[in-house]
T-cell receptor, first 116, second 113 residues
């Protein structure tokens, strides 16, 4: 089984609809992230969480919200989806316990979201 | 702020050719540097990393050396294979602060038989 699991893997939704992307991890990591990938723009950070009680905005948080339901679960919501939110979304985790910059980030396989 | 600049792709090579993908960074302090690889239809996975100046990271025939004087971390492979076709991302994380990684825009590599 994958260390970081995202659901759904693919979703087509209509403009104005609410959509939730879910992420769960078995790494036991405290830190979780949501990224968005667009062609030519690389990865952009949407939100991140360092523990269950900690939520932080990334560089492109407008139009998104998150919930850290447990150490292992971090969901991303689009409250009212719009077409320019069509993208590939990645959840990721890392271990920040040692406060070292060398810790690896582990990614899920991605969720393709199309807003029509 | 911190940033990572990668050469634009796609990079197209024949099998067994030599590969270089350039990566330069801007950051205060002494970041750790990473290369991640994304194979088609998959998430990113760590390819190699280096945590201090002059360190060389290596994995699967790929190498990159942390060059503080030129703020670079170029990815190289002596003989690429078709299976190396993927998107490669350079990234940095700084000591201190939030340790949030900064990624480059990615470079697509296409290897032909």
């Amino acid at each position: 089984d994958a260390d970081v699991t995202q659901t759904p893997r693919n979703r087509i939704t209509k403009t104005g609809k609410r959509i939730m992307l879910e992420c769960s991890q078995t790494k036991g990591h405290d830190r979780m992230y949501w990224y968005r990938q667009d062609p030519g723009l690389g990865l952009r950070l949407i939100y991140y969480s360092f523990d269950v009680k900690d939520i932080n905005k990334g560089e492109i948080s407008d139009g998104y919200s998150v919930s850290r339901q447990a150490q292992a679960k971090f969901s991303l919501s689009l409250e009212s989806a719009i077409p320019n939110q069509t993208a590939l979304y990645f959840c990721a985790t890392s271990d920040g316990g040692q406060l070292t910059s060398g810790n690896t980030i582990y990614f899920g396989e991605g969720s393709w979201l199309t807003v029509v | 702020g911190d940033s990572v600049t990668q050469m634009e792709g796609p990079v197209t090579l024949s099998e067994e050719a030599f590969l270089t993908i350039n990566c330069t960074y801007t950051a205060t302090g002494y970041p750790s540097l990473f290369w991640y690889v994304q194979y088609p239809g998959e998430g990113l996975q760590l390819l190699l990393k280096a945590t201090k100046a002059d360190d060389k990271g290596s994995n699967k025939g790929f190498e990159a050396t942390y060059r503080k004087e030129t703020t670079s971390f170029h990815l190289e492979k002596g003989s690429v294979q078709v299976s190396d076709s993927a998107v490669y991302f350079c990234a940095l994380k700084k000591r201190g602060g939030s340790y949030i990684p900064t990624f480059g825009r990615g470079t697509s590599l296409i290897v032909h038989p």
